[in-house]
């Protein structure tokens, strides 16, 4: 009995739901569903606002620089230098990496230097995040050019957000820090099992090219 009377008050509610059209039939409410838009890359909430247009700017400053190496040294060094050569599918393995730099710089002339750095060894490590973004640690162990930071997963390539070192093996500055030395750039895949890192080079106006090739680990350098 209780039921039945539950049932005949709540028509009239129901009733209350439906509206009228303009022919007179009974019509419902539009319900509008709105979705949320995705969240940014992580990298996005940990760039400072002044390193935006330094990364934005980086592919086009990088080209224009390609185009003013000269035939001759584009062939000898391949596609690392090529800003047009990144490929999908960067998965960047932890490990150890065979590393050299190559430092693109404005000459005389028109014509732009391509300056190649000793190799040494760069490292990639994985990180505690537990995210699907989370990023992978990069740090130049040996050589010169010493960057330390971390890239962060963004599509076809990475975001690396780091600093220089004052000297080799370390890590200790760390990106946001006071000073001078923070590096942004990116991490891309160019060729089987070979990865380079594009960032703005210390000297005004040149790019400097990190090419990234794993080693065996037997041939790692210790500690």
Known sequence: ??????????????AGCQTQTGTGAVGIHPITLVEMPPPP??????????????????????????DGV?????????????PDA?????????????CRTLHLKPGPAGRVLV??????????????????????????????????GYVFPDGKRYVFLGARQSKAGANDIGYGNPGA????????RFGTFRWRLAVPGA?????DVYELTPVPAEVQPKG
């Open 86 to 98: 990144g490929q999908p599918h960067p998965a960047l393995p932890p490990g150890s990496y065979r």
């Open 1 to 14: 009995m209780h039921r039945l009377a539950f049932a005949m008050l709540a028509l009239p509610m129901l």
């Open 181 to 188: 030395r923070d590096v942004v750039g990116m991490v891309e």
């Open 41 to 66: 890359p992580l990298w996005r909430t940990r760039i400072a606002d002044a390193d935006m247009p330094r990364l934005e700017s980086l592919p086009t400053h990088w080209r224009q620089l390609y």
């Open 115 to 148: 300056q190649p750095s000793p190799a040494g060894f760069c490292y990639i490590s994985a990180t505690d995040e537990q995210k699907d973004d989370a990023p992978l640690g990069l740090a130049k162990q040996t050589g010169t050019d010493i960057v330390a």
């Open 203 to 207: 000297l005004p106006g040149s790019v």
């Open 70 to 82: 000269r035939a001759p040294v584009r062939r000898l060094q391949g596609a690392v230098l090529d």
